[in-house]
C-alpha cells in the first residue's frame, strides 16, 4: 500500500506510446488519471490497468501497489456514444505529424476536401453520425461532412479558434469542453446542438461530457450534472435531480438514457425506461460497489468491484443476462456493447457474450479462440472485434458489418495494438502504424482509395 504524499504515474498505450505522465496527491481517486487520459484523446473510453489489475474511477490511489510499478496501462475501448445508433459511416486517421486521412462515405465525412487546408497539426478527432470534428495542437477546432448535423461549425467559429480540450458527439451534435470548463454546443438544435437552456450551468467547471442518442451530459468538478437536448434521450433529468448535486465520475449514455456512478459506488438512471433509465428491477445490486458501466441501445451492464455485472433494460438486446450469470459473478474487467449484444472481458482474458445472438450476442462460432488472452473488444451496429495479447483479432456477429474478417485475415495475425469500430466497419492500427480495414465498403472497410498513406504512421483512428 503506498504511504506516500504524493504518486507518480505514466500512462502508456498497448503500443508503448506515453499517453501522460504526472504527479498526484496520494488522497486523490483514480479519476484524477481517467481525466487525464480523456484529456489526452478526448471523447474516448478506456480502461486502466495495473498489471493484471483494474483500475476503476474511484479506486483511490493511496490504494495502488507501487510495487508493480507506477506505469498505468491504458486500453482504449469504444466510444461512449450510443453505439449503433450514433456511429458514424466513415473513418478519419491521424498520423504521427498531425495530418488526417479520410475515407468511407463522403457526405458523412469520408470526403474532406473542403478543409484539407486546415486539417495540419490535429492532436484528436470525434466524430458522430454524420461529421467529424478534429482538435488542432493550438485548441482550435476543424469541422467537415453533414452541416446540420456538426459538419457546420460557423454559428460558434469565434468559440472554437482556441482553448478547446475535448469534443463528444452523440448522433446529431457535438459539444466541446474549453480549457476554462466552459462549453460549446453546435449542430441539431434538438439533439443538444443548442444549449442555451443551461447555458450558466456550463459557463465553467466542466470535465466531461457524454452523450446518448440525441441528449447530452456533462459532469462539472464539483461532481455534480447538467443535461441538455431532447428530453426522451436523457436531456431532462429533473426526475433524479437532486442525487446529481455532487460526486458523479462516470456518465454513460444509451440509445434514449444515462447512468451516473457517483463516488459512493451508487447508480443514478434517468431516461427511456426501457433503454435502461429505469433500474429500479436491479435496484438493490446497484446500491454501491460500482466501478464501471456501459452501454448497447437499449441495455445497461454494471461491472462491480467483485467483477460481477448488472444488467437492465430491454430484455432481449441483453438486459437479460441469466444464460450467461454464472460466468458473469465473478472476474469481469471490462465490458463493449454494440447496438444489440454485449461482450465482457474476464480477468483471465476469457470473452463472455450475450444479447440478440446475430449481433455477436452468440460468440459459439469462434469460441475457442476466446478463451484466453483478449485484451480489448470494439463493436460495430452489429458485430465485435477482439484484440488478444499476441496482437491477433478475432471477429464475430454480422458479417456485413464486419463479423467475418477472413479477407484480410493474414494482415490481423499479429501487431494489431488498436480496433475503432463505425457503424458498419472496422479499422485496426497495427504496430508499425500501417492500417487495416474490413466490412461494409461504404462505411470504411474498403480503404484502398488512400491505401497509399496508411502504410505507416497511424497513431489514432476514429
Not at 504511504?3 to 498505450?13: G, K, P
Not at 458473469?328 to 470473452?351: M, R, T
Not at 470494439?378 to 477482439?386: E, L, P, S
Amino acid at each position: 500500500m503506498a504511504t506516500l504524499s504524493v504518486i507518480s504515474f505514466e500512462l502508456v498505450e498497448l503500443s508503448g506510446h506515453v499517453v501522460a505522465k504526472g504527479t498526484w496527491s496520494a488522497a486523490l481517486r483514480a479519476n484524477c488519471l481517467y481525466q487525464c487520459a480523456h484529456l489526452a484523446k478526448p471523447g474516448r473510453r478506456c480502461r486502466l490497468l495495473q498489471g493484471s489489475r483494474e483500475i476503476t474511477p474511484i479506486t483511490p490511489l493511496a490504494a495502488l501497489d507501487l510495487s508493480l510499478g507506477t506505469c498505468i496501462q491504458v486500453v482504449w475501448l469504444s466510444s461512449s456514444i450510443a453505439v449503433g445508433h450514433s456511429q458514424g459511416h466513415a473513418f478519419v486517421a491521424i498520423k504521427e505529424d498531425g495530418r488526417v486521412v479520410t475515407w468511407g462515405d463522403a457526405g458523412c465525412g469520408g470526403d474532406s476536401s473542403a478543409v484539407a487546408p486546415l486539417l495540419t497539426g490535429v492532436v484528436q478527432v470525434c466524430g458522430n453520425a454524420k461529421a467529424f470534428a478534429a482538435i488542432k495542437g493550438d485548441g482550435s477546432v476543424v469541422t467537415w461532412g453533414n452541416a446540420c448535423v456538426g459538419g457546420d461549425s460557423s454559428a460558434v467559429a469565434p468559440l472554437l479558434t482556441e482553448g478547446v480540450v475535448q469534443v463528444c458527439g452523440n448522433a446529431n451534435a457535438f459539444a466541446a469542453i474549453k480549457a476554462d470548463g466552459s462549453v460549446v454546443t453546435w449542430g441539431d438544435a434538438g439533439s443538444g446542438g443548442d444549449s442555451s437552456a443551461v447555458a450558466p450551468l456550463l459557463t465553467e467547471g466542466v470535465v466531461q461530457v457524454c452523450g446518448s442518442f440525441q441528449a447530452f451530459t456533462a459532469i462539472k468538478a464539483d461532481g455534480s450534472v447538467v443535461t441538455w437536448g431532447s428530453a426522451r434521450c436523457g436531456g431532462d433529468s429533473s426526475a433524479v435531480a437532486p442525487l446529481l448535486t455532487e460526486g458523479v465520475v462516470q456518465v454513460c449514455g444509451t440509445f434514449q438514457a444515462f447512468t451516473a456512478i457517483k463516488a459512493d459506488g451508487s447508480v443514478v438512471t434517468w431516461g427511456n425506461a426501457s433503454s435502461g433509465g429505469d433500474s429500479s428491477s436491479v435496484a438493490p445490486l446497484l446500491s454501491g460497489g460500482i466501478v464501471q458501466v456501459s452501454g448497447n441501445a437499449s441495455v445497461f451492464a454494471a461491472i462491480k468491484d467483485d467483477g460481477s455485472v448488472v444488467t437492465w433494460g430491454d430484455a432481449g438486446y441483453g438486459g437479460d443476462s441469466s444464460a450467461v450469470a454464472p460466468l458473469l459473478s465473478e472476474g469481469v474487467v471490462q465490458v463493449c456493447g454494440n447496438a444489440n449484444a454485449f461482450a465482457a472481458i474476464k480477468a483471465d482474458g476469457s470473452v463472455v457474450t450475450w444479447g440478440n445472438a446475430s449481433f455477436g450476442g452468440d460468440s459459439s462460432a469462434v469460441a475457442p479462440l476466446l478463451t484466453e488472452g483478449v485484451v480489448q473488444v470494439c463493436g460495430t451496429v452489429r458485430a465485435f472485434a477482439a484484440i488478444k495479447a499476441d496482437g491477433r483479432v478475432v471477429t464475430w456477429g454480422d458479417a456485413g458489418c464486419g463479423g467475418d474478417s477472413s479477407a484480410v485475415a493474414p494482415l490481423l495475425t499479429k501487431g494489431v495494438v488498436q480496433v475503432c469500430g463505425n457503424i458498419r466497419a472496422f479499422t485496426a492500427i497495427k504496430e508499425d502504424g500501417s492500417v487495416v480495414t474490413w466490412g461494409s465498403s461504404r462505411c470504411g472497410g474498403d480503404s484502398s482509395a488512400v491505401a497509399p498513406l496508411l502504410t505507416e504512421g497511424v497513431v489514432q483512428v476514429c
